[in-house]
């Protein structure tokens, strides 16, 4: 009896040990992307089931403004867990790296426009913004992972919240031909330079309807204006829902499916 009570412990703890090793954390490894003296700091996981013989697709989150920093992991705190989960690394294997943007950077040259109480009220993104720091060392990295072979180059998707969405629709508009597709939650941009991006890049944007950081009107501004170019998107918007529609795009049905479905041309 005594040696079964040891057995059992043990096999206890190896599979305790084996669970702790497979959290969201542990399955990204840290890396650093240099250059001109500037560092980019990122997280990245490995296809599930990895074979050095194939090209996999990227995923690209940007997080928010609450988890920028230089410790390299406050930029799992959303999303981390939805891309780390077992059966969707199972359906959709690829590589999918968190950057990290440092703190009083972000991911998209803007004006924020406050009002007499000092509360966020609006953006406003120049077209002829020069790339902010972080995203001056996010498109050279990004060439540099497909510069290993290593990436099927049709499949590069990106996404992120909130500032991440804000950087979402910079990206795309910056360079449409880089992405297959794009998932903007809670994220806000310049309207106007849609058409860059309109045809070429097929977008599901999210937003709470109730979202009081970024005003839900940003969203709504950009479907509007992808109806009129019809262009290839989704919008969704969560009513009721504050600013934390990551939450519900975490389990909305069907993301990474409709992600996956598309390709470059």
């Known amino acids: 009896m005594r040696y079964l009570k040891i057995v059992c412990c043990l096999l206890l703890s190896a599979i305790a040990i084996q669970t702790q090793a497979q959290t969201p954390d542990s399955l990204f490894s840290y890396e650093s992307y240099i250059r001109h003296g500037d560092t980019l700091r990122y997280r990245m996981m490995m ?11 990227l995923i690209i989150f940007l997080h928010g403004a609450g988890e920028r920093g230089s410790d390299n992991k406050a930029q799992l705190k959303h999303g981390g867990n939805w891309l780390a989960n077992d ?16 703190v009083n ?16 009220m609006s953006f ?6 020069a790339p902010t720091q972080p995203t001056a060392l996010l498109k050279p990295l990004l060439d540099s992972l497909i510069a290993t072979g290593k990436i099927d180059t049709k499949r590069v ?30 994220g806000a941009g310049n309207v106007d330079a849609a058409v860059n991006f309109a045809k070429k890049v097929p977008v599901w944007i999210f937003h709470g309807g109730a979202d009081p ?31 934390n529609s990551w939450d519900n795009v975490f389990v909305q049905p069907g993301v990474l499916e409709w992600l996956f479905s598309h390709k470059q041309k």
Request: with cysteine; proline share 9%.
């Open 47 to 57: 296809p599930l089931h990895h074979d050095i013989h194939k090209k996999y697709p």
């Open 87 to 102: 059966s969707l690394r199972e359906a959709f294997p690829a590589y999918v790296i968190f950057p990290q943007c440092p």
């Open 105 to 120: 950077e972000t991911w998209a040259p803007m004006k924020v426009k406050v009002d007499s109480a000092a509360k966020r």
């Open 124 to 129: 406003d993104f120049p077209l002829d913004g």
């Open 157 to 186: 998707y990106i996404g992120g919240l909130s500032l991440g969405g804000m950087g979402t629709f910079y990206m795309i508009t910056k360079y449409p031909q880089m992405f297959a597709a794009a998932f903007p939650i809670c």
């Open 213 to 243: 950081v970024v005003p839900v009107t940003a969203s709504r501004l950009y479907a509007e204006k992808l109806k009129s170019l019809g262009a290839d998107y989704k919008y969704t918007e969560y009513e009721g829902v504050g600013h």
